[in-house]
């Protein structure tokens, strides 16, 4: 078998991969190799912003697909996932948001490492980011403390070209006492501001374009698209290297160090066909165990949105410009009533309320609609920050062909179902406010008939759709259960680390991938520091 050998061996060259990717070849005595499934993306629509929603099923999706869920009507959820170079960077809908420090504070107590805080990862969020600043000043102190003015990922913050709709959606919020905010990145989320987003003179700009493209022309890192691994391959408590095919052929990458940068799905599933996991799992899939590790494939969970609370628009809405959900709004469940003068030590964002720039509706709901001409609705999409609900994957054989069964367990929880309720409710209060009057014709759904405990819990199950966060399945924790320690490696081999959204103990309150990409520039940097972390 064709054998190739690299100090550090990356799986997967997605948005965590390609981070990786360029800075550890940074150091040109390091030979890295970048191993992703699918190939480049050429298909000129991944650019365009305002298409996100309509490229997915693509050769470049894995389009997952979860178990029929109970919490959700029975209904089965589409889970897209990128599958080539940039990975889910490039179908994602582009919105930058880094999270609330009350998340971070969780996942430094679930830990037991300040690195994880708001504090210990600002460092990582400023290095990746070139930010435009608030409203275009020149110079402004407090920005540029929390901000990036010279990192690889261009970060649009929209003002000025925000749809009319939306400004006064904001206006809405500021005459219900919700204050506006700079933008969803000063690690106080609770505030009314347009989303921030990955946009570059009209165009998306994925992980690849801003990380990967700049270093491939490094003779130390290697690229090997359309690779998929199919296993790792032990010997003792090292990894020896990694199974892949390639063109039909079978290749055997060794490597001092390996990473997995497969996602919160491909990581665990890979675990799982290489004897890695909880050994009932891997016992009905026909595996054998090489490796007990429970948690594999455990703490599963996503963001739920509810589309949507939806409205007959009496002026017709005019297209985005930017991208169909344009503004999010955080806010504590008890409302605006509840805001602190303090926002940083009073209650956190429990809930969130989207301005979407056209109907937004589920897969069971649309069908049901009215016709409804171009500019004709608008959509309040409302959804939970901080989910309780865990779920769990799993692998169905030993193969790549083997379907995974995906089980989310969405809305298990009391404290799911009733703020979720909560976030219709509010998503309500603003769409009746008189700052929208001009746009608002009638409530289209659920519609003013639903009001009872019960005909909301029926309407959210039917409504809820996936917000494309799945994270978890290889927390990282102080606790031995924790399949990956606070330094990222893998709990019970020497030279595995995990560096991607399945590491994230707990979900942040909005999209994770600033998240992920600041996981992955502060691994880069623990990494690079240590002398020679294989050993
Ligand atoms: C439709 C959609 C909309 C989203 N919108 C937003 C948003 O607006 N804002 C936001 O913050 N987040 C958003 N997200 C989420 C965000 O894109 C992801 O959380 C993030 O990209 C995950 O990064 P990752 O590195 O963990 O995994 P990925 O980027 O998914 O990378 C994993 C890579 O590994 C590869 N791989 C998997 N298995 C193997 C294998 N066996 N061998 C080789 N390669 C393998 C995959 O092909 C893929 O390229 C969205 C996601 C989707 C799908």
């Known amino acids: 078998m064709e054998e190739l050998h690299a100090d550090v061996v990356l799986v997967g060259g997605g948005s965590a991969g390609c981070v990786l990717a360029a800075r550890l070849s940074e150091d040109p005595a390091r030979r890295v190799v970048l191993i992703e499934a699918g190939t480049r993306i050429t298909d000129p629509d991944v650019d365009r912003p305002e298409l996100w929603p309509f490229i997915q099923n693509r050769n470049y999706d894995w389009a997952y697909r979860t ?14 996932r990128g ?27 679930e830990t037991g490492d300040q690195r994880w805080s708001w504090e210990g990862l600002l460092p990582a969020f400023r290095k990746l980011e070139t930010a435009d600043r608030a409203d275009g000043a020149t110079a402004d102190a407090d920005w540029d403390a929390v901000h990036g003015s010279d990192g690889p990922l261009p970060v649009l913050r929209p003002t000025g070209e925000s749809s009319p709709l939306v400004v006064d959606y904001l206006a809405a919020w500021q005459g219900l006492g919700v204050p506006g905010i700079p933008d969803h990145n ?16 009209g165009r998306r700009v994925t992980a690849s374009e801003a990380y990967l493209d700049p270093a491939l022309g490094r003779p130390n890192l290697t690229l090997l698209d359309g690779a998929q691994v199919h296993r790792l391959v032990l010997d003792g408590s090292r990894v020896a290297g990694v199974a892949v095919t390639r063109d039909g052929r079978d290749l055997l990458v060794r490597g001092d160090a390996v990473i997995l940068t497969a996602g919160s799905i491909g990581d665990p599933l890979l675990l799982m066909r290489s004897g890695i996991g909880d050994p009932a799992v891997l016992a009905a899939a026909g595996v054998g165990t090489t490796l007990a590790s429970a948690g594999v494939g455990g703490n599963l969970h996503d963001h739920l949105l509810g589309a949507g609370n939806l409205y007959r628009a ?3 809405v005019p297209p985005t410009r930017l991208q169909l959900s344009e503004a999010m709004t955080y806010l504590p469940a008890d409302g605006p009533a509840a805001i602190a003068a303090d926002r940083s030590s009073g209650p956190g964002p429990d809930v969130v309320i989207g301005c979407v720039v056209g109907p937004s509706a589920s897969e069971v709901l649309a069908p049901r609609l ?3 001409p171009a500019g004709g609705a608008y959509t309040l999409l409302f959804g939970v920050t901080n989910p309780t609900s865990r779920g769990s994957l799993r692998i169905t054989g030993p193969d790549l062909d083997d379907a995974p069964v995906i089980e989310p367990a969405y809305l298990t929880t009391a404290h799911d179902r009733e703020t979720f309720r909560r976030a219709l409710e509010l998503a309500r209060e603003v769409g009746a406010a008189p700052e929208l009057a001009d746009w608002r014709a009638e409530e289209i759904l659920p519609g003013p008939g639903v009001r009872s405990v019960d005909e909301l819990d029926a309407f959210i199950a ?3 759709i996936t917000h494309h966060h799945p994270v978890g399945t290889l927390r990282m924790g102080a606790d031995e259960s924790a399949p990956v320690d606070a330094a990222l490696r893998f709990r019970g081999l020497d030279n595995l680390w995990v560096v991607d959204g399945s590491v994230i103990p707990s979900i942040t309150a909005g999209p994770v991938h600033a998240a992920v990409l ?7 940097e623990s990494f690079a520091e240590s002398s020679d972390p294989a050993r």
Not at 67 to 75: H, K, L
Not at 191 to 201: E, H, K, Q, V
Request: cysteine-free; charged content about 25%; proline content about 5%.
């Open 462 to 464: 039917e409504a809820v």
């Open 186 to 201: 000063h690690g106080d989320m609770v505030g009314a501001t347009p989303n921030s987003l990955t946009i570059r003179d």
């Open 370 to 372: 009215p016709a409804i």
């Open 83 to 109: 599958r080539g170079v940039g990975g889910s960077s490039n179908l994602h809908a582009m919105a930058h948001m880094r999270g609330d420090r009350r998340d971070f504070a969780r996942w430094a107590a």
């Open 518 to 524: 600041a996981i992955a520039e502060s691994f880069a």
């Open 67 to 80: 178990t029929p869920q109970t919490g959700t009507a029975g209904r089965v959820h589409e889970w897209p």
């Open 314 to 316: 009496r002026r017709e």
